[in-house]
C-alpha cells in the first residue's frame, strides 16, 4: 500500500503540505513518492536553506569572535599580564619612593621650619645696602608676578580682541559717513531754503 495514499481521517499537515505543493507544481509527484515518512528533510530546496541557515550562523558566530578578538587587542595594554607587570613595578618604585620621602619628612620638616639666617653666611657690611635693595626688587617681583600671569593669559585672547576692535572700527567709519552725507544734505536744504526766503521778501 502507497504511504501516500491514506483515508481522510488520518490527513496529516505534512501531507496537505506536499500535496499543494505538488498541486502548484513546485514539487513533483515523483520527488514525493520517493520521500520517507520518518525523514527529516522532505525536499532538496528545504535541505539547502537549512544548510544556508547553518552557514549564516557559523558566520555570524565567526565575526562575534572576530569582534572578541579585536576587543581583547585594543584592551591589550590594560589587561594583559605583560603590560600589568610593567604598571605593577612602575607603582611599586613610586610607592618606595613615597615610603622614602616619608620616612625624610621629619628632617624636611625640621630644615624647612629653619630660619633662612642660621643656615646662611653672614653678609658683609659694604653688601648690606645691595641686599636691602635686592630684596625690594624681589617684593616688587612678587607683586607684579601675578599681573604678568593674567597678561600672558590673556595673550590668548588678543585675536578675538582684535577682531572685536576691526569691526567696531568699520561701524564707526560708516556712521561717520552717514552723518557727513546727513550734514551735506542738511547744508543744501538750508541754502535752498535762504535762497526761497530771500527771493520771497524781495
Aim: proline share 3%.
Amino acid at each position: 500500500m502507497d504511504p501516500w495514499q491514506l483515508s481522510v481521517s488520518s490527513v496529516s499537515p505534512l501531507f496537505c503540505l506536499l500535496s499543494r505543493a505538488v498541486g502548484r507544481g513546485s514539487l513533483r509527484q515523483e520527488d514525493v513518492q520517493g520521500l520517507s515518512m520518518d525523514a527529516p528533510v522532505f525536499s532538496s530546496r528545504l535541505l539547502e536553506a537549512e544548510q544556508r541557515s547553518r552557514t549564516r550562523k557559523k558566520l555570524l558566530q565567526v565575526q562575534l569572535d572576530t569582534e572578541l578578538l579585536q576587543l581583547e587587542k585594543n584592551a591589550a595594554d590594560v589587561t594583559h599580564s605583560f603590560y600589568l607587570n610593567q604598571r605593577f613595578q612602575v607603582v611599586q618604585a613610586f610607592t618606595s619612593h613615597l615610603q622614602d620621602v616619608l620616612k625624610e619628612q621629619s628632617d624636611l620638616r625640621q630644615r624647612l621650619m629653619k630660619p633662612l639666617c642660621h643656615s646662611s653666611l653672614p653678609i658683609q657690611a659694604p653688601l648690606h645696602r645691595c641686599a636691602v635693595e635686592v630684596l625690594h626688587m624681589v617684593v616688587d617681583f612678587i607683586k607684579n608676578l601675578e599681573h604678568h600671569m593674567t597678561s600672558v593669559q590673556s595673550a590668548c585672547s588678543v585675536g578675538a580682541n582684535m577682531a572685536d576692535l576691526n569691526s567696531s572700527v568699520f561701524q564707526v567709519l560708516d556712521q561717520v559717513t552717514q552723518v557727513q552725507n546727513f550734514s551735506k544734505l542738511l547744508l543744501q536744504w538750508k541754502e535752498q531754503h535762504s535762497s526761497l526766503l530771500s527771493e520771497n521778501c524781495q
